[in-house]
């Protein structure tokens, strides 16, 4: 494929212009659940930890509390993607609140996405680290460590695990800033990938810990009341020379609840991914939003809790940076199986948590677009990549700003779990709060509400997302208390992201002088000689959907809602008038793929985005619209063409204009189905080509009576109703090539003096569903 166009180049001289959309990719419910479970169930691996250090032994039940609560917040995204398909907390507080609480919303936000790739690759270092140090212990003990190395460490060897895994987790963030750059596609797969090997180990785990519960003897967690909650003094934060937690015991309950909540993150990246979840949109969001609920449920509070039930209270806390390293230790069985257990256990957990990080990346580029196309950042940040079309400037900030987290951190798992849950409740804070305040001020689509809802007098009441802000909010303000570091961290951190915001809005609207609020779809362009599939990547059977007005799509509506894009093409076609041959076209891409097609195509992008499938985009140069379009169908062997109902012309006469073409179009050309498409989705059916004429009822009748007449007679009695047209065209053809083309010629004259539609000549004979693609067949 050619590199794209450089824009402005008066010397670049383009025949045709295919333009890819930067974030048109869509992909499965599963390999959507994959990137999110990355995060919300990699926390399986380190949030127990944290909280059982900061709260004491009743953490697993506050765990599993947490799990069970994220049902409600995960309730909440799914009615907010069920409104907007760019979603997100950013859209939905602007909605409800305005844009300066969204960008307030979006910065507390980031703060969590930013976080979430540091404190998941220095815990898979933190996995690594554990099984070498533990692998030189073993070694020791059975004398397989040579003497000299022995001397040389001054005993058995010992590597720093705050180093080793501050190196990890740049290695792993770097390698996922190379895969998100060449685009989601690749690195949803290996999601997925590794989620199929973590459920292998979960499954064994839960399995192998049963059988241990069964033959050995187990504690269980004390319950998370008052008193048996046991705060260290980083854990009480602003708090910890009062006795405000023990006057109080809900508060104490409350606070607990907050040290646990980073086991809940990830739920933004749900708003996130559903743009690119492919169609039926909403329907695989809850089946991906029902997987990781079950899922993250099972894992991560099933899994802290066996920790807390099978690992004895005095070795606990030194597992407290790989707690699932440590289950596997202390399973039932020999030694040397858990030994090889648990180094499958590091494997996976290093795997999943390093594509935490992946899944960092995705959410935090999701959300500075959305933030960028409202033109709160400058249209510098969504420049395709080259060669991926991806916004790479985008993925750098990120990844950077990942980058010195994690040497600022020194490995330190802890100071990055207490930092990182400012982000996670905030966000969740003020996406439910929007949300509670936009069901009674949003009047627009909503494909589905959080359950609880009661209707008094005709005035809905709703409990279920009401109950569900308020405990965000509850926790939240306690976490601003009892979190100092997050607090303080965070705040400076929303401070100077909401200050780039605002001053880069400012900048925005100087220059562009934003009069709608929103930006452009940003396009990668590539550049071909002629129209061909391959340049344009699409199979043979595609769909053509010509476009021109972009407040009238509604044809294309039309289509994406019967076509299986999986297995036919649709082409998004506009043609750019020329009075130059295509052979002679001086256009420059600047002039073929102008502010205005930039429009159109986001605004197609947006539609097909919200049927969950794939366009191709097509800029070709034209003197004749309907040549063009016909040459178009032809190079990329179209089975039909779509078209909006034209203002200035009728259906039949959009078919006869495409008919004409046809015929005019050089040899091989194909036959194609013409669905010309009306404002309300009326749709009139044309074949393009020489094709069966539809028959009126009396000519079939007159062929019948004369089939029934002629086989009466002697050897005739195999003829076929065929026969008797085929018969009567010749006589016709010869009785027209002779004498008789005057006389016929007068006949047809007074049968169309007869018509009572005057335009009726302009097209041809307008074919129903049964002469065409019934609305079911294209599907």
């Not at 407040?551 to 076609?573: A, F, K, P």
């Amino acid at each position: 494929m050619n590199q794209p166009p450089i824009i402005g180049d008066p010397n670049n001289r383009v025949r045709i212009v295919v333009a890819t959309s930067v974030m048109l990719t869509f992909i499965s419910y599963w390999r959507a659940a994959a990137i999110i479970l990355n995060d919300l169930g990699s926390s399986a691996f380190y949030a127990g930890g944290i909280a059982e250090e900061a709260v004491g032994r009743s953490a697993p039940w506050l765990i599993i509390g947490v799990m069970l609560f994220s049902f409600a917040v995960r309730a909440v995204y799914v009615e907010s993607c069920s409104m907007f398909v760019r979603g997100g907390v950013y859209r939905i507080v602007k909605e409800a609140l305005g844009g300066k609480l969204a960008k307030i919303a979006v910065s507390t936000l980031m703060f969590d996405y930013i976080l979430t790739g540091p404190i998941s690759g220095v815990s898979a270092g933190h996995y690594i680290a554990g099984l070498v140090n533990e692998t030189f212990f073993t070694m020791s003990v059975h004398g397989w460590i040579p003497q000299a190395l022995l001397t040389l460490c001054h005993g058995t060897p010992h590597i720093n695990a705050n180093y080793l895994a501050m190196a990890l987790a740049v290695a792993v963030t770097l390698y996922y800033w190379r895969e998100n750059i060449k685009g989601i596609e690749d690195s949803s797969e290996k999601a997925l990938k590794i989620m199929e090997v973590t459920t292998v180990m979960v499954i064994v785990l839960l399995v192998w810990s049963a059988i241990t519960l069964l033959v050995r003897p187990f504690q269980i967690p004390p319950l998370p009341l008052p008193s048996n909650l046991h705060f260290t003094p980083g854990a009480l934060g602003f708090l910890k020379n009062s006795n405000i937690a023990k006057l109080f015991g809900v508060f104490g309950i409350m606070m607990a609840f907050g040290h646990s909540v980073l086991a809940m993150s990830g739920e933004e990246s749900l708003a996130q991914v559903f743009r690119e979840i492919a169609h039926p949109k909403l329907k695989n969001l809850k089946r991906t939003a029902l997987i990781i609920a079950i899922y993250s449920l099972i894992f991560t509070g099933g899994a802290t809790l066996l920790a807390g039930m099978i690992i004895p209270d005095g070795q606990r806390l030194a597992y407290k940076d790989n707690l699932i390293a440590g289950l596997a230790m202390h399973l039932a069985g020999p030694p040397l199986l858990g030994l090889i257990f648990r180094a499958f256990v590091v494997v996976v957990g290093f795997l999943m948590l390093s594509g935490a990080i992946n899944t960092a990346i995705v959410g935090s580029n999701g959300v500075l677009n959305r933030v960028s196309e409202d033109g709160v950042l400058t249209d510098w940040f969504r420049k395709p990549h080259r060669r991926f079309g991806t916004t790479y400037r985008v993925i750098n900030l990120v990844v950077g700003l990942q980058l010195l987290i994690i040497l600022a951190s020194r490995g330190d798992v802890y100071v990055l779990g207490e930092a990182y849950a400012f982000g996670v409740m905030w966000s969740f804070v003020f996406n439910s709060l929007s949300m509670l305040v936009l069901r009674f001020k949003y009047k627009g689509e909503r494909g589905w509400k959080v359950p609880l809802n009661i209707t008094i007098g005709g005035f809905e009441i709703p409990i279920g997302i009401a109950s569900v802000s308020l405990i965000l909010l509850t926790v939240a303000i306690t976490n601003l208390f009892t979190k100092s570091v997050a607090t303080v961290s965070g705040l400076i951190f929303t401070g100077i992201v909401f200050t780039v915001f605002t001053v880069s809005e400012r900048i925005n609207k100087r220059k562009f002088a934003l009069s709608e609020g929103h930006m452009k779809e940003h396009f990668q362009l590539l550049h071909s000689e002629t129209v061909e599939r391959d340049s344009v990547g699409v199979r043979p059977g595609s769909i053509l959907v010509t476009v021109r007005d972009y407040n009238t799509l509604v044809h294309l509506r039309w289509i994406l809602g019967r076509v299986n894009t999986d297995e036919q093409d649709v082409v998004c076609m506009t043609a750019r008038l020329s009075w130059l041959s295509a052979e002679d076209s001086d256009l420059t891409s600047e002039q073929l793929f102008s502010e205005y097609e930039q429009t159109l195509f986001t605004r197609a992008v947006a539609v097909a985005e919200k049927f969950g499938k794939h366009v191709s985009l097509l800029v070709v140069p034209a003197q004749d619209v309907w040549s063009a379009i016909v040459q178009t169908a032809n190079a990329l062997q179209s089975s039909a063409v779509a078209a909006g109902v034209s203002s200035k012309m009728t259906a039949e006469e959009q078919a006869f204009r495409l008919g004409a073409a046809w015929e005019a179009a050089p040899a091989p050309k194909r036959q194609f189905v013409f669905y010309a498409v009306g404002p309300n989705m009326e749709v009139s059916t044309f074949r393009i080509g020489p094709h069966t004429p539809t028959m009126k009822a009396e000519d079939i009748q007159l062929v019948h009576r004369l089939w029934l007449d002629i086989t009466q007679n002697p050897g005739l009695d195999k003829l076929h109703h065929s026969d008797i047209v085929t018969g009567a065209l010749e006589r016709f053809a010869q009785d027209y090539r002779n004498d008789g083309r005057d006389e016929i010629l007068g006949e047809f004259r007074m049968l169309e003096n007869q018509r009572q539609t005057p335009d009726h000549n302009l097209a041809p004979h307008p074919n129903d569903s049964r002469d065409g693609i019934e609305p079911g067949d294209v599907s």
